[in-house]
């Protein structure tokens, strides 16, 4: 029996094993990703279940918080471990993204160790935290397909990853930043794409078909 396809994105909503997994680890904005997922027809699962996490087909490890505190509810899960060795794709939000770093200066905490890269905090001389639409530049991934230089994403965030060689945009806030990673099957970004409205929407469905 073939699975009906959704004609508004190109590819079949998910359904038991596979599909789009959210991971759950009570640190995330996940009814948000949850709903920007279903407005584009695809009903993802949430999780913080090991098998069904390694069984998806994609992967979005979302975060709100503080760092050392989220870090250590994925420690408690065992999903410290998980994460790192997925093999499909993943995508980090926010937080997501800077616990895939090695490290946070935000509680001291040692990250994920995928992007190889230090968070550190915004200095004195801007407002922090940044909050607000800011625009994000030098595109260089799939992720950004049918995204113009320069769109503006929304972002709420007091640390920020530094300019790097696994950066794929890169944002202003008093100093050029790094607003998204990737590295292999790895991907992160610093802005909500599920806040950001038509173009974080184009964002999330490039994911869904990398």
Avoid at 135 to 146: G, H, P
Wanted: contains cysteine; hydrophobic residues 40%; aromatic residues 10%.
């Amino acid at each position: 029996m073939k699975t009906k396809i959704n004609e508004n994105i190109g590819f079949p909503p998910p359904s038991g094993a596979g599909g789009i997994v959210i991971i759950d680890y009570g640190a995330g904005n996940i009814q948000s990703i949850k709903f920007a997922l279903r407005r584009l027809g695809v009903e993802a699962v949430l999780s913080n279940n090991e098998t069904e996490i390694r069984n998806a087909d994609k992967v979005i490890f979302p975060g709100v918080g503080e760092a050392s505190s989220a870090m250590q509810k994925l420690k408690t899960s065992g999903l410290d471990k998980v994460i790192p060795s997925l093999k499909q794709p993943v995508l980090g939000i926010c937080l997501g993204m800077q616990l895939l770093c090695n490290y946070s200066e935000e509680g001291n905490t040692n990250g994920l160790g995928v992007f190889d890269v230090a968070v550190i905090r915004f200095s004195k001389d801007v407002k922090v935290p940044q909050i607000g639409w800011n625009q994000i530049t030098n595109l260089k991934s799939d992720l950004f397909k049918n995204i113009t230089e320069k769109e503006f994403m929304y972002l709420v965030h007091s640390y920020y990853a530094p300019l790097c060689k696994e950066a794929i945009a890169t944002s202003e806030y008093g100093i050029q930043y790094a607003s998204a990673l990737q590295k292999d099957n790895f991907y992160g970004v610093q802005f909500h794409p599920e806040k950001s409205s038509t173009a974080g929407e184009q964002i999330l469905k490039n994911f869904l078909e990398l």
